[in-house]
C-alpha cells in the first residue's frame, strides 16, 4: 500500500504540482475584497439568470398567475438577505 | 456526548419525550389511510405542497450529529461552518428548482441512477444505484446506532431497546404512510427543531448579553480566535474551509452534486401537486436553510464565550443545554433533537426503497418476465422491503459502534462520486452527443481520480483536508474526458436521448410516449 501511494504521489505530484501551485500562489494574493466580490458575484449570477426564464415556465403547474406566485420573485427576495450576510461577514 | 445530562432531566422533560413520539407514531399511523397505490406510497400521491416538502428537506438534511458536530465545528472554526448551509446550498438550490427539477418532472424519472440509466445505459444505472444503496443503508446504520446512544444518555435506555424503539416507531410510520407520512412527520420536526434550537439560542445570547458581547468576549481570546467571525478564510488556511475551495469545491460542485442527485430530495420534490409546487419546494427550503445556520452555528460560537475551554468541541451544544435550559424547555429541545434524528432515518429508509425498486426490481423483473411488475407489486413489495431495511439496519446498528472506519470509509468513497456523477449528469442533459462510453470512461477514471487524490492531496493543496478542492478538480477532469471521449466516438441515436436533453421537446405527445415506452420495454434496460 505504502509503495502505491509513494508511486501515485510521485506521478501525480510531478504532473500536478507546476499547474496547481501558480494557482494556489494567485488565489493565494487576492485581497479579501476580492474573495468577497467573487461569492458575491457568483451569488448574484446564481440568481439573476432566473429572470431571463419565460413566464411560462417559471408559472406551469399553478393555478393562479400573481405576482406572488412569480417564482422569479421568490428569487430576488430569497437571495437578498445571503448577499447581506456575506457582505457584512 | 449526553450522559452528563442526563441527570439533570425531570419527569416533566421525559413526560414531553415520550408525548412526543407517540404523537409522532400516531400521525405516521392516521397518514396510512391514503396510500392506497404504489405512487401514493413512494411519490405521496403528487400531492404534497411546497411548504410540507420545503420543511422535509431542511429537517431531512439536519441529522442530531449535525445540531452537535455542526456547533462543535463552529466552536473550533468559527461561522465559516455555516458556508456549507449559506453559499453551500442557495445558488444549488435555485439551480436545481429551475433546471433539474422540471428535467425530472417532465421525463418522468424518479430516481437518478434511472436518469443516468436511460442516458448511459444499464451498467451506469446500475453502478450508482450501488453507490446510493450502500451509502444510504449505511447511514441508515448509523442513524439508528446515534439514536440508540442518545436515548441510552437522556432517558437511561439500554442501546439494545432504544435501537429497536426507534425501529418500531419509524419503521410503523414509514411502513404505513410511506412519503406523505415521511414528510407530514418532517413538518411537525421542523417546528419542534426550530422552537427548541432558537429556545437555546435565545437563552444563550441573554446569558451572554446579546452579540457585540459575543463577538468581543470570543475575538479577546486570543490572535488564533480573530477569524471566528469570518465567512471567508484566506485560500492558504490549514483549516477545511479556504474560501477557494468553499466557492468552487462547494459552492460549485458538492452542493449541486447533492441536490440534484440525492434520492431523498429528489424523491420529496417529486412528490408535489404539481411542476410549481416542485420547484417552489426548493426556493422554499433555501429560505429556512437562512435560518440553520443562526440555530445551530451560533450556540457553538455562544459555548466558546460562555465555556472557553472545552476539551472536545463536540461537547458544546451539551453543555449549554445543561447549564441553560429550565425543566421542560430541556425536555422540547431534546424532542428536537430526536426529531432530527426521525426525519434522517425516515429518509434514508425511504429513499433506499426506492431505488431498490426502482433500479432493482422493476428493470430487472421486466427483463427477466418481459413485462414490468404490477402497480400492487411494487407497493407490497415496498413496504416488505422498509421493513426488511429497518430491521436489518437494527441488526447491524450495534456493529457500527465497533466498525467505526468502514463507516468513514464509506463516507470518504461516497465523496469520491460526487465530482465525477455531476459532470456526467451536467452532460447528460445539456449535450446530446454525450454518450456511454464517454460516461462510463469519465466516471471509471474520474472516480480513480478522486482517490488517488485523496491519497496525496496534503501535497497538492494547503489545507489539510483538501475535499473540497478535490471534488472541484475531479467534475472539471471528468466533465472534460467525457466530453473528448463521446466527441471521438458514435454518438447515441435520437430515438435514445429524444425527451431527456434540455431542448429535446419534452412536453410533446411523441416525446412522452417514447418516455412511457421505455419503461416499459426491457430492451431499453
Known amino acids: ?89 | 456526548m449526553f450522559s452528563a445530562d442526563a441527570s439533570v432531566l425531570t419527569a416533566i422533560d421525559q413526560a414531553i419525550i415520550v408525548f412526543y413520539l407517540v404523537a409522532v407514531l400516531v400521525m405516521g399511523v392516521f397518514f396510512s389511510r391514503y396510500v392506497k397505490t404504489s405512487g401514493d406510497f413512494f411519490l405521496a400521491g403528487k400531492s404534497l405542497p411546497f411548504w410540507a416538502i420545503g420543511m422535509s428537506v431542511v429537517v431531512s438534511d439536519i441529522g442530531a450529529i449535525d445540531m452537535v458536530a455542526g456547533a462543535g465545528s463552529a466552536y473550533k472554526y468559527g461561522l465559516a461552518q455555516a458556508n456549507f448551509d449559506w453559499l453551500g446550498s442557495v445558488p444549488a438550490m435555485i439551480i436545481v428548482a429551475f433546471v433539474f427539477v422540471p428535467f425530472y418532472w417532465r421525463s418522468g424519472v424518479c430516481t437518478l441512477p434511472e436518469f443516468l440509466g436511460r442516458r448511459y445505459g444499464m451498467i451506469v444505472r446500475e453502478l450508482q444505484a450501488v453507490i446510493w444503496l450502500g451509502f444510504l443503508v449505511s447511514m441508515l446504520a448509523v442513524m439508528l446506532w446515534s439514536s440508540a446512544v442518545f436515548l441510552n444518555e437522556i432517558l437511561g435506555l439500554p442501546t439494545f431497546w432504544g435501537i429497536w424503539l426507534t425501529v418500531a416507531i419509524v419503521g410503523v410510520y414509514t411502513v404505513l404512510g410511506g412519503l406523505t407520512a415521511v414528510v407530514l412527520t418532517d413538518v411537525i420536526q421542523t417546528v419542534i427543531m426550530f422552537v427548541g434550537a432558537g429556545a437555546l439560542l435565545l437563552l444563550s445570547y441573554w446569558k451572554i448579553g446579546g452579540w457585540n458581547q459575543l463577538v468581543a468576549t470570543v475575538t479577546e481570546r486570543g490572535p488564533e480566535f480573530a477569524d471566528h467571525f469570518k465567512l471567508l478564510l484566506p485560500n492558504s488556511t490549514t483549516s477545511p474551509y479556504p474560501w477557494s475551495g468553499i466557492l468552487f469545491g462547494l459552492g460549485i460542485v458538492l452542493s449541486t452534486a447533492y441536490f440534484s442527485s440525492n434520492q431523498a430530495v429528489i424523491q420529496r420534490v417529486l412528490g408535489a401537486r404539481s411542476e410549481w409546487h416542485a420547484k417552489a419546494s426548493m426556493l422554499f427550503a433555501a429560505f429556512l436553510k437562512l435560518l440553520v445556520p443562526v440555530l445551530i452555528i451560533l450556540p457553538g460560537l455562544t459555548a466558546l464565550a460562555l465555556h472557553p475551554s472545552l476539551e472536545d468541541p463536540d461537547r458544546a451544544v451539551p453543555r449549554l443545554v445543561a447549564d441553560l435550559l429550565p425543566p421542560g424547555l430541556m425536555g422540547l429541545v431534546f424532542a428536537a433533537f430526536f426529531a432530527a434524528l426521525m426525519s434522517s432515518v425516515d429518509s434514508y429508509l425511504n429513499s433506499s426503497t426506492t431505488i431498490i425498486i426502482s433500479d432493482g426490481y422493476r428493470p430487472i423483473s421486466t427483463w427477466l418476465k418481459g413485462t414490468a411488475p404490477s402497480d400492487r407489486q411494487c407497493l407490497v413489495l415496498g413496504r416488505i422491503l422498509t421493513v426488511v431495511l429497518i430491521v436489518a439496519g437494527g441488526i447491524i446498528a450495534p456493529a457500527i459502534n465497533q466498525f467505526e472506519t468502514i463507516y468513514s470509509a464509506m463516507q470518504t468513497m461516497f465523496s469520491l462520486f460526487q465530482g465525477p456523477t455531476l459532470a456526467l449528469l451536467v452532460l447528460g442533459v445539456f449535450w446530446r452527443r454525450t454518450n456511454s462510453t464517454g460516461a462510463i470512461i469519465g466516471l471509471t477514471t474520474g472516480v480513480l481520480l478522486s482517490m488517488c487524490l485523496n491519497l496525496v492531496g496534503d501535497k497538492l493543496f494547503p489545507s489539510d483536508d483538501p475535499f473540497l478542492f478535490i471534488a472541484f478538480w475531479t467534475f472539471v477532469y471528468s466533465l472534460i474526458v467525457t466530453s473528448l471521449v463521446s466527441a471521438f466516438t458514435a454518438p447515441p441515436s435520437e430515438t435514445q436521448t429524444k425527451g431527456l436533453v434540455w431542448g429535446s421537446i419534452v412536453d410533446d405527445p411523441a416525446s412522452q410516449a417514447v418516455l412511457r415506452a421505455r419503461l416499459d420495454t426491457p430492451e431499453n434496460e
Open chain 1, 1 to 89: 500500500m505504502e509503495s502505491l501511494t509513494n508511486t501515485i504521489e510521485s506521478v501525480l505530484v510531478r504532473i500536478l504540482k507546476p499547474f496547481l501551485d501558480p494557482l494556489h500562489g494567485f488565489m493565494d494574493q487576492l485581497p479579501p475584497s476580492m474573495w468577497r466580490i467573487s461569492v458575491c458575484l457568483f451569488l448574484l449570477l446564481g440568481a439573476l439568470w432566473t429572470l431571463f426564464l419565460s413566464r411560462e415556465s417559471v408559472f406551469r403547474g399553478c393555478k393562479t398567475q400573481s405576482k406572488w406566485a412569480d417564482l422569479r420573485i421568490w428569487v430576488c427576495v430569497l437571495i437578498v438577505p445571503y448577499l447581506l450576510i456575506y457582505l457584512i461577514f
